[in-house]
């Protein structure tokens, strides 16, 4: 009788809560994919809030620093919720670096995760050697530019960087006064670009800067200063001071391209939400397209890009490390992505992009998600 007692204790395994933490998808979003993880694993029971952005890495650096409630307390009412699973953004591991969880082998090994990722979660989210987030979406600077504009001028989706120069002069339109009314392209200023950082960052790269000495200068085979951090600033200021495709007096770039007055605005794909509804309210009737960034011509063998996308971590200090991993590695399967997607894209344009390389044939004509 008694052995049957121990044998019977020893079976019964205790229930684990695990906190998530989101982002951008409501309860309702994320409810479909945890009930069919809880029905197939009754002893888990996953708890999504979707937080609030404003403060959210402050609010979420601090939770996990201080640490999960000691279990077998009486009274946790008053104890800080602190997530076990939360979202970060990509370029945030080497500040979180030493409140991340590494991604176990039972769930991704390095390899699997290098197969199954883009080259840009490669390279964000390594810490040490082993890899600490998984990225449940991709998403980067891309070219929005309206078809409308290009049409009336006969003008081709520019490609390089020479080409979008070029558009940008041709399609910039002023009145009597010089006052610019078409902008060519949202290039050149700070206060009134959105990404502009994101975009000069990207021209930095591309042009073979070192970010980490932006300033620093080589000697060209002539023996004059080669300095390509200026070069790419200069290039970057001049669609303002010399182009004059636009300037400071404007609106924000993502308002003047909903608006239907601005050409070219670079953007991630989530923009499509605000400018649809822009669009709506300031009854635009004009079509746009989203093509691939510019490169520089010489580089069109070595195509470099920009990313910025969010993605899942799991607190190093989780009591629950191993269930916590085991539940992304389901939600970043393909299965259940597709789904999260389909759900995602009912209550708006589109779902989140796949960050999985062998997903990308899902969305290649998808119209706002291709690129």
Not at 19 to 36: H, K
Not at 49 to 56: E, K, M, R, T, V
Not at 208 to 234: E, F, I, R, T
Request: charged residues 25%.
């Amino acid at each position: 009788m008694l052995a049957k007692f121990l044998v019977g204790k020893m079976s019964e395994k205790k229930q684990t809560t695990l906190i998530y933490w989101g982002l951008f998808e409501p309860q309702s979003v994320m409810q479909q994919a945890i009930s069919e993880y809880e029905k197939t694993h009754p002893k888990i029971k996953i708890v999504y809030s979707q937080q609030d952005l404003i403060q959210y890495r402050e609010k979420l650096q601090q939770r996990l620093s201080a640490g999960s409630p000691q279990q077998g307390k009486d009274d946790t009412s008053l104890i800080p919720e602190v997530p076990d699973i939360f979202r970060i953004h990509q370029s945030w591991v080497p500040m979180f670096s030493g409140l991340l969880s590494a991604i176990p082998p039972s769930v991704y090994d390095n390899v699997s995760f290098e197969k199954t990722f883009y080259p840009s979660a490669v390279q964000s989210l390594k810490y040490q050697g082993q890899y600490v987030g998984v990225p449940l979406m991709v998403d980067g600077l891309a070219l929005f530019c309206n078809e409308d504009l290009f049409k009336a001028k006969g003008l081709d989706f520019p490609k390089d960087w020479k080409e979008l120069k070029v558009a940008a002069q041709q399609l910039t339109t002023r009145d009597n006064q010089g006052k610019i009314l078409t902008a060519g392209a949202a290039l050149g200023t700070a206060g009134n670009i959105d990404h502009w950082s994101d975009i000069l960052g990207l021209m930095l790269l591309q042009s073979g800067v070192d970010l980490k000495n932006p300033s620093s200068c080589s000697k060209g085979d002539d023996g004059k200063d080669v300095c390509p951090g200026a070069d790419a600033l200069k290039f970057f200021t001049n669609f303002a001071t010399e182009d004059r495709v636009w300037d400071s007096t404007l609106p924000s770039s993502t308002f003047a391209f909903a608006k239907g007055d601005l050409a070219m605005y670079f953007a991630p794909s989530w923009r499509v939400f605000d400018i649809e509804g822009m669009k709506g309210r300031l009854q635009g009737k004009f079509q746009y397209k989203i093509v691939p960034i510019p490169q520089l011509p010489m580089e069109e063998e070595r195509k470099i890009y920009w990313s910025s996308y969010w993605v899942e971590a799991v607190s190093k200090k989780s009591k629950s490390q191993a269930e916590a991993w085991e539940f992304l590695k389901y939600l970043s399967s393909k299965e259940v992505l597709q789904k999260l997607f389909q759900t995602q894209s009912a209550i708006r344009p589109f779902g989140e992009p796949y960050p999985r390389l062998d997903m990308a044939e899902l969305l290649k004509d998808h119209p706002f998600a291709s690129v």
